[in-house]
């Protein structure tokens, strides 16, 4: 799954499974419909309580299967210490430059998990760079045209709706 293509529709999160829950069904649609789709997860989710790296490396290959993704990669950024830095900009920014995505899906900025939040940020930013023709990266120049958003929010009538 670490085959550099171009791809329709990109899902970028901070950890392996964040797609899954968020948006997994959409992928699935989006792959019988026809489009090459791919996520980019951001962290290996070394800091999670529930099984290992390890056990979350084997369980995303396994999901990119079944999601019948045509790319799948992690930018082993440290989990549960997400900063919208430059360098992680300019990383997801070389990304969107290499697949070239018409469509990205990115975390809502408001998410209880700040890796969640700062996830949404750093892509949201690298949307915007990957486009700069003098911008020092690496590829061409690429800008999705559409953004879409998720969330883990489980909405009661007492959740405040993201704005
Ligand atoms: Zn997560």
Redesign the pocket.
Known sequence: MNTPTNVDALAL???R??IE?TCGGLLIKFADLGYRTGIVDFTA?EMGTRGSAEDRAAEAAAAAHVLGLTHRENLNMPDAKLDNTLANRMAVATVLRRLRPRLVILPHWRQR?P??RVAGEIAYDACFLAGLKRMDLPGEPHRPRKILYTA?LRFTKNTPRPT
């Open positions: 999160a901070a950890h499974d964040d829950i989710g998990h890796d969640h883990f």
